[in-house]
């Protein structure tokens, strides 16, 4: 199993910035993503990065606004979230996936194991 313990949401107002931590344990995985999911919505793909060779993927709507990392030494995962927008406002999730390839990474079936979530609230 893989236990992913997530971190860093909040309330900000529109155009301010957070950061997402999600530190991970337990086996190996091969990458790391984080999904959203606003009330009456389905959860939806935010970004991911292959562990290995650090290549990230993003959603279209967070391009050159979000930036996905991570530190391998401490196996944690994070979401800088920049120029954050009302329409952002959701639960927050990381998941890890053994999927080696990278276009699974865009659809939640292809991610084995899930954080608790962490609340983003952007007032306008």
């Known amino acids: 199993q893989v236990q992913l313990v997530e971190s860093g949401g909040g309330l900000v107002q529109a155009g301010g910035s957070l950061r997402l931590s999600c530190a991970a344990s337990?086996?190996?995985?091969?990458?790391m993503g984080w999904f959203r999911q606003a009330p009456g919505k389905e959860r939806e793909f935010v970004a991911a990065?292959?562990?290995?060779?650090?290549?990230?993927y993003y959603a279209d709507f967070v391009k050159g606004r979000f930036t996905i990392s991570r530190d391998n030494a401490k196996n944690t995962v994070y979401l800088q979230m920049n120029s954050l927008k009302p329409g952002d406002t959701a639960v927050y999730y990381c998941a890890s996936s053994p999927s080696r390839y990278g276009p699974s990474y865009y659809f939640v079936n292809y991610y084995d194991y899930w954080g608790q979530g962490t609340q983003v609230t952007v007032s306008s």
């Open positions: 990065i292959n562990w290995s060779d650090g290549s990230t």
């Open positions: 337990g086996r190996t995985f091969s990458a």
